[in-house]
């Protein structure tokens, strides 16, 4: 099991940013697809963004789209989420997680057996 320590999580407004980070703990990150995942209260958890190994292909969710905006380092084995124009709807869990594959399988059909703890995310006026 992979795991990841994400962070940056807050409140905000809507219209407002935030900037999502996750370190990958104890092996590197260059070897795998990487994504962020959501979880709202009462739902299922949806793949947001994800992105392949040396940035070949890179998926949004379309409810994203234009407005987030995933990068990896692998250097640094970090993954980050720029998030504008926040909304309401965007209020989750965030998670990222890794895996072997591309970019857009990995986001709509993601096989995680266990979620880390993740970082809060709450859009409200």
């Known amino acids: 099991q992979l795991q990841f320590v994400e962070s940056g999580g807050g409140l905000v407004q809507p219209g407002g940013s935030l900037r999502l980070s996750c370190a990958a703990a104890g092996f590197d990150l260059d070897m795998y697809v990487i994504g962020w995942f959501r979880q709202a209260p009462g739902k299922e958890v949806e793949g947001v963004s994800c992105v392949s190994r040396n940035n070949a292909e890179t998926y949004y969710a379309s409810s994203v789209k234009g407005r987030f905006t995933i990068s990896r380092d692998d250097a640094k084995d970090m993954i980050h989420l720029e998030m504008t124009n926040l909304k309401e709807e965007d209020t989750a869990v965030y998670y990222c997680?890794?895996?072997?594959?591309?970019?857009?399988?990995?986001?709509?059909?993601?096989?995680?057996?266990?979620w880390g703890q993740g970082t809060q995310v709450t859009v409200s006026p």
């Open positions: 997680a890794a895996d072997h594959g591309i970019a857009g399988s990995f986001c709509r059909w993601p096989r995680i057996a266990k």
